[in-house]
């Protein structure tokens, strides 16, 4: 059983040459590698890979007795003064592993931390780029890199702080960082692409932000935006305007643009941003446990726009979750049921389908779909599981979304490539070893 752009069918053959799905045939006599219900497998649009190995070890509170973003910021700025390049390595592939085996075949990977443990830029400016590369390349994900520019400390042009300066890029530095990062991507195997990440209204200044736009010249740009409400009272007190505002006030905004978070957004902004075509990216999971608060999805779908799903801080990596966390939030906001549906009777397959296809735009990468010359990043669903054995076709996503967890992973291809069978990454215990003889090394005590 599959989900192909023209809807379910049954007994599906698929053909794959060259990265790319050439042939697709309904009702047919099993031949070839036989596998589960399968679907388009899941891109995750924002990801800080680094952010998964402190994962459980921000529930603490701090100075005052206070619990927030702030300070759960505080102490990412700390966990990271340990890590080296090759522990970003070993991190970001356990990440990209865990990934591959909930559902995900390709990540965009919001880059920000470029500089050694004093602030300085290592001798290749793309040190630490290379690391994510490497893991991709070690792992099999699909891979859209997003170097981020991050210059000062507030909207207002505050000089970074010391725990920042890991950070820090000149525009000149980011520049040629840029250029390497879509040299690197061009020359690896399969189909991966580049793209711009001015981290924030706070972290880049307007000058900056219009450079970036020029440097990007059509690729993806990704930004936070107007994800706490801290961050709405300083973007107000220095430009007299909220961030969604102000950047479309500011900032010619089209397709090629991903604001993240937008947890703070208000109805008329979010009508603005998706007028002009921009794509929304929602992390559930994160934006839950750093108490962002919930996005309007309401105001999105009433205007036509599109999501996507990422994992952002990695604190657990599970696309049915995910997506389970998205509709639930909604439902508690607005107190009743099935808020993201449409006219598809199956609720979690509107949902999974709209994130699909969101993610695809945001990263300019396929089409989200199973078909004919569509991208072969396919995700196979274990049909024994209890949670979809004997299932109608119509239930089988509602399946996954509201009762299901990693374990209903059976088979995923990243571009025709195998890459997770049975539930297993084919490095599964060499990247977890690694990843655990890290965790011995490093300090969890923060």
Known sequence: ?????????????????????????ANTKSKGHKTGIIVPAAINLHSHSFQRAMAGLAEIRGANNQGNFWIWRDLMYKFLQQLTPDDIEV???????????????????????????????????????????????????????????????????????????????TLD???????????????????????????????????????????????????????????????NATFNSTPGNWLLDNVDIDESWCLIHCTQLTPEEISRVISEGASIGLCPITEANLGDGIFDMASLLANGGKFGIGTDSNIHISLPE???????????????????????????????????LGGSRALCHGNGMLDIGSLADILALDENNPGLYERDHKQILDGFVFCGDNRMIKDLWVGGKLVVSDGRHFKHDTIKKKYNNLMKRISLEL
């Open 322 to 356: 995910e997506l389970r966390t998205l509709e639930y939030s909604q439902r508690l906001f607005h107190k009743k049921r099935l808020i993201i549906s449409d006219t598809n009777p199956s609720n979690g397959e509107t949902i999974f389908s709209k994130s699909c």
């Open 91 to 169: 991190i970001a592939a356990f990440a990209q592993m865990e990934m591959l085996e909930s559902g995900f075949a390709h990540v965009g990977e919001f880059h920000y931390l470029h500089n050694d443990k004093s602030g300085l830029p290592y001798d290749n400016i793309d040190e630490m780029a290379q690391r994510i590369v490497s893991a991709a390349c070690e792992t099999g994900i699909g891979l859209t890199l997003l170097p981020a520019l991050y210059q000062q400390a507030g909207c207002n042009g505050e000089a970074p702080k010391s725990e920042q300066l890991r950070f820090v890029l």
């Open 173 to 235: 530095q980011f520049a040629r960082l840029f250029e390497s990062c879509a040299n690197i991507v061009k020359n690896l195997d399969g189909v991966n692409g580049v793209g711009v990440a001015p981290h924030s209204l706070r972290a880049v200044s307007p000058e900056a932000l219009t450079k970036l736009v020029d440097l990007a010249d059509h690729c993806p740009i990704h930004i936070h935006l107007g994800e706490q409400k801290a961050e709405i009272d300083e973007v």
């Open 1 to 25: 059983m599959a989900l192909t752009a023209s809807g379910w069918q049954n007994d599906v053959t698929l053909t794959i040459e060259d990265n790319v799905i050439v042939g697709l045939e």
